[in-house]
T-cell receptor, first 112, second 110 residues
Framework: DVKVTQSSRYLVKRTGEKVFLECVQDMDHENMFWYRQDPGLGLRLIYFSYDVKMKEKGDIPEGYSVSREKKERFSLILESASTNQTSMYLC???????????FGPGTRLTVL | GQSLEQPSEVTAVEGAIVQINCTYQTSGFYGLSWYQQHDGGAPTFLSYNALDGLEETGRFSSFLSRSDSYGYLLLQELQMKDSASYFCAVRDQDTDKLIFGTGTRLQVFP
């Protein structure tokens, strides 16, 4: 069974903290994505990666960075968390140019 | 750039049929996908239309008309468990990114 896992379901951090969100997939997918989801705004793409050590900016990369050292793991980093980064963060993966993205359960991050 | 518009909310009763529309402005895309997301859950893939026309999968059907820049998801014989948010999405031909619509919240009443 296909699986995408995220390190935490809920996370509370303080303004200015460095935050790491981890995502692991067991499907040997090449492509991985980080989205944030906010009410009324749908899913917005932060960063994505086509392969190990490769990364591309999505639509809202400001304030975020990513790391992909291994094919199965894609990390989202908030260098200095701010309150406007309070959101639901979703990781997804897909094989090559296929259209079905598989999503992780999400991490609800609250920045105080 | 791409933008996809959906109604914010739709309500219906059990057993009914509901259509969720998705209109888009896009410079080029591979096809239209639909995802379902229950409250607190992750989006899950429902369907994909690469070509114009109707694709049927059980109680759910999806339609695409590229000439009208329009698609829809049709849910038949509605059940309470169909209460969820539904997102349309297109894969951009230039960037290969998946662009999501703003989502439609479907509430099914007994």
């Amino acid at each position: 069974d296909v699986k995408v896992t995220q390190s935490s379901r809920y996370l509370v951090k303080r303004t200015g903290e460095k935050v790491f969100l981890e995502c692991v997939q067991d499907m040997d997918h090449e492509n991985m994505f980080w989205y944030r989801q906010d009410p009324g705004l749908g899913l917005r793409l932060i960063y994505f990666s086509y392969d190990v050590k490769m990364k591309e900016k999505g639509d809202i990369p400001e304030g975020y960075s990513v790391s992909r050292e291994k094919k199965e793991r894609f990390s989202l980093i908030l260098e200095s968390a701010s309150t406007n980064q309070t959101s639901m963060y979703l990781c997804a993966s897909v094989r090559g140019s296929y259209n079905e993205q598989f999503f992780g359960p999400g991490t609800r991050l609250t920045v105080l | 750039g791409q933008s996809l518009e959906q109604p914010s909310e739709v309500t219906a009763v059990e057993g009914a049929i509901v259509q969720i529309n998705c209109t888009y402005q896009t410079s080029g895309f591979y096809g239209l996908s639909w995802y379902q997301q229950h409250d607190g859950g992750a989006p899950t893939f429902l369907s994909y239309n690469a070509l114009d026309g109707l694709e049927e999968t059980g109680r759910f059907s999806s339609f695409l008309s590229r000439s009208d820049s329009y698609g829809y998801l049709l849910l038949q014989e509605l059940q309470m468990k169909d209460s969820a948010s539904y997102f349309c999405a297109v894969r951009d031909q230039d960037t290969d990114k998946l662009i999501f619509g703003t989502g439609t919240r479907l509430q099914v009443f007994p």
